[in-house]
């Protein structure tokens, strides 16, 4: 049985350099324990509509979630070390897709040039992950 959701609507976004977070986040949020994220966020501003949603499947006698961020930023993301991605939405609500340990969230480019005197430069990024639970609620200490 496949379960799918959507973030009402996303108001900021920021990522985080993976190292900087704590041990098994899924693990954690899957006890319910509270998660903070203690690490400095970096603003990713973006244009456009941003996207979240997150479907539930059996896997393995289990469940898993597969969390896809869709966005469209003027900002690179850093290649060199894997990130994850602080989400905030219209509610105020904080959420956290990705974690310390591999697997890593997986981040999909395609750039796309704007008339000259018209919209921009665009990146188009599609970032998804999976885990036992791919998108969090955390709180940003």
């Keep these: 049985?496949?379960?799918?959701?959507?973030?009402?609507?996303?108001?900021?976004?920021?990522?985080?350099?993976?190292?900087?977070?704590?041990?098994?986040?899924?693990?954690?949020?899957?006890?319910?324990?509270?998660?903070?994220?203690?690490?400095?966020?970096?603003?990713?501003?973006?244009t456009g509509e941003c996207t979240c949603i997150v479907e539930n499947t059996n896997e393995n006698n289990g469940t898993a979630e597969t969390a896809t961020l869709t966005f469209q930023s003027q900002v690179e993301l850093p290649e060199d070390h894997p990130v994850a991605f602080v989400i905030t939405d219209v509610m105020n609500r904080t959420y956290i897709l990705g974690a310390k340990e591999a697997p890593f969230p997986q981040i999909g480019v395609s750039r796309?040039?704007?008339?000259?005197?018209?919209e921009p430069n665009a990146i188009s990024y599609e970032v998804k992950y999976q885990s036992i639970k791919a998108l969090v609620a955390c709180s940003i200490a």
Aim: hydrophobic share 55%.
């Design 112 to 118: 796309g040039f704007g008339l000259p005197d018209a």
């Design 1 to 46: 049985m496949n379960n799918q959701f959507a973030l009402p609507g996303i108001k900021s976004l920021a990522y985080v350099f993976s190292d900087n977070l704590n041990n098994n986040i899924a693990m954690q949020a899957v006890a319910k324990m509270p998660i903070m994220i203690f690490a400095k966020l970096t603003p990713l501003p973006f």
